[in-house]
């Protein structure tokens, strides 16, 4: 089976998240998602992130609303910044006749090349590439960008791409949100009902 590899930050887990699973699953191209939040995110800088077990149950919560969705702490057991090539060779451990892919949005693609370990991943687990209703990407990608990664490299990151419909949600709106006063159903916006329910329930944002 192929198995889609989605991690994050989650904090929260988002409608984003959730369109970009079922769109992968949709897509014929994995059988299943395992959504993996991360302990210290590489890119990320933010010193305000939520806790490992609010984050941890957010997602547990995000997967419920999909089939053949599940959640998995390999990163937050590992100490450390949360390295996808590490992360990666856990998985092969615990799924070893299995096919490993990672699932990321095309602005990740672009980037491919800053990612540690970036030729290995392509190997490890070539990258699923959600591109959304008209985006276009440079022309190049696939040949000659992202440009620190040799021809074959590209070709691996380019074959990977799989349509999703768009999302009328920005990341940065719903931590705009969060940082001030907010109701249920302003949140139902952003996040799935169980998860709206959670952040009420546990003002964790306040």
């Known amino acids: 089976m192929n198995i889609g590899i989605l991690g994050g ?3 929260p887990p988002h409608n984003g998240h959730l369109n970009l699973a079922r769109a992968a699953l949709a897509s014929g191209k994995v059988g299943r998602v395992i959504f993996i939040p991360s302990n210290i995110p590489p890119h990320k800088s933010r010193a305000d992130i939520s806790s490992i077990e609010h984050r941890l149950r957010m997602t547990e919560l995000l997967a419920g609303n999909i089939d053949c969705a599940i959640v998995s702490d390999i990163e937050l057991r590992l100490s450390g910044v ?3 090539r590490n992360t990666i060779e856990e998985l092969e451990k615990i799924y070893p006749n299995d096919h490993l892919r990672l699932v990321i949005g095309a602005d990740m693609a672009l980037i ?3 990612w540690k370990f970036a030729p290995e991943l392509l190997q490890l687990a070539p990258p699923l590439i959600a591109a959304r209703p008209g985006y276009k990407f440079p ?3 696939g040949k000659s960008l992202p440009a620190g990664l040799t021809v074959a490299e590209r070709k691996i990151l380019a074959d990977g791409i799989f349509p999703i419909n768009e999302t009328d949600l920005s990341s940065t ?3 705009e949100l969060l940082s001030g006063d907010f109701s249920y159903q302003q949140l139902l916006a952003f996040v799935p009902k169980n998860i709206a329910e959670y952040i009420i329930d546990t003002k964790i944002y306040h």
């Open 139 to 141: 022309e190049g990608f």
């Open 82 to 84: 949360s390295y996808t």
């Open 9 to 11: 930050t989650f904090d």
């Open 173 to 175: 709106q719903l931590r």
């Open 112 to 114: 491919f090349d800053t």
